[in-house]
C-alpha cells in the first residue's frame, strides 16, 4: 500500500505485478494520459465549471509540480481510506512531476481486490480524491507558446 | 508582529516571482497572511480553492502562527 511521486517513467506492468495477492479475484488500474487539448474546465467529476480561458486549445506538453514529501502524506492517507471503506487487498498509486509529452502516463493507481466491486470502487475513490486534495499542480504548453497552470486564477504578471 | 518564512509554488510562485521570502507580519491566523500576501503579490484564488501547510504539515487556515513558522501556500490543485 503505497503513494509515490516519482520523475521516472512509470512501470504499469512492474506496478501491477506488486498488486499480486493469491487471495485476490479483481485487480482495476487506472491511468491518466496527458491529452492533446486543454479541458480545464471540468471538475474532478467531470461537470463543467466556469472559468477556463483556453478550452480546447491544443496542448504541446505538460509540466508537473508536487511537494514530495506533502503529497506522499496526503497520498497515504487516501489509500487508507480507500482501505477502510472497501474490502481490497491492495493499492498503489504512483504520480509523475516533470515535463510530460502527449500519450505519456501522468498517473496510475492499481487495486487488488477478492471481488471486482470493492476494487472498481476503490480505484475511483483513489483517484478522485488525488485529483481533489494531493498538492500536485498541472501547467499546459499550448501550441501557441503561451503556458497556463490549470485550474488557477492566478496568472503570471506580464 | 512576527517574522515568518513564506514559500510559494506553481503559479504562486511564478506570480510572485520568488519561491521564499521572510515576511514581518500581525497577521495572527494563515488566512490573513494569505489574504496580505495575496493583495501584495496578486495571487486571485480565494481561500476556499487553496491550501496551506505549516512547518511541512498540512493545516487549517484558522491555525495560529508563531514566529519562526515556515508557511506554504499551495494554489488550487491539479493532479492527474
Known sequence: MSFKITSAVIDPVARKRELTQSASGACVTFEGWVRNHNDADMDVRGRATQGAVADGEAVQALEYEAHASIAEKEGARIIAEARERFAIAAAHCEHRVGKLGIGDCAVWVGVSAAHRGAAFDACRYIIDETKARVPIWKKEHYASGVSSWVNCATKVAG | ?80
Request: hydrophobic share 45%; glycine share 6%.
Open chain 2, 1 to 80: 508582529m512576527i517574522e515568518i518564512t513564506a514559500r510559494y509554488f506553481a503559479a504562486f510562485r511564478e506570480r510572485a516571482g520568488r519561491d521564499t521570502e521572510r515576511v514581518t507580519t500581525q497577521a495572527r491566523t494563515a488566512a490573513e497572511l494569505y489574504d496580505e500576501l495575496a493583495r501584495r503579490h496578486g495571487f486571485a484564488d480565494s481561500l476556499a480553492r487553496c491550501k496551506v501547510a505549516v512547518n511541512d504539515e498540512l493545516a487549517d487556515w484558522n491555525v495560529t502562527l508563531t514566529a519562526g513558522d515556515e508557511v506554504l501556500f499551495f494554489p488550487p490543485v491539479a493532479g492527474g
